[in-house]
């Protein structure tokens, strides 16, 4: 896509750019298009942050600051989705005690250990969806306190 960072390296993947979400979405699939514009539109409102595009890809809200044991260490948005072409991915409540009882509601999707996948927005629960980010974004702050926001 032309004028949107492309990452060199797996460190880069994650890090917040300049990009326009705007343009990001309006040059992906037509199919995914609509959902993404009515998720941009969901998480700002739920969340309270604006848009931005981390990597390539994903369109994050708030960030936090993370440092694991081994001495890694990064930036992450608090909560993110990405429009991708098969399916659209949720970043959201990865290891959070909600997260069960939440998707048990959510509708169609399948969970990985950091994400959920919905095919389109038509298939899930909106109002369990801003459930799960602010749920999110509440985990996040309690297991980063000094850093996110």
């Not at 896509?1 to 979400?21: C, F, H, I, W």
């Not at 969340?47 to 595009?53: C, E, L």
């Not at 991915?89 to 959070?96: A, F, G, K, R, V």
């Amino acid at each position: 896509m032309k004028g949107l960072t492309v990452p060199m390296a797996y460190e880069q993947k994650m890090r917040e750019n300049g990009d326009s979400v705007e343009e990001f979405i309006g040059q992906i699939d037509e199919k995914k298009r609509e959902d993404a514009f009515r998720l941009l539109r969901l998480f700002e409102e739920t969340s309270g942050y604006p848009a931005k595009m981390w990597g390539y890809g994903i369109i994050g809200f708030g960030r936090y600051h993370y440092k694991y044991a081994s001495g890694h260490e990064g930036d992450a948005p608090l909560v993110a989705f990405s429009p991708r072409k098969d399916k659209i991915s949720l970043y959201l409540l990865p290891e959070s005690p909600e997260r069960e009882e939440l998707l048990a509601q959510f509708g169609k999707h399948k969970a990985g250990k950091g994400c959920i996948y919905i095919n389109k927005l038509a298939d899930v629960d909106t109002e369990v969806l801003k459930r799960l980010i602010r749920a999110a974004i509440e985990h996040m702050r309690k297991l980063y306190p000094e850093s996110a926001g």
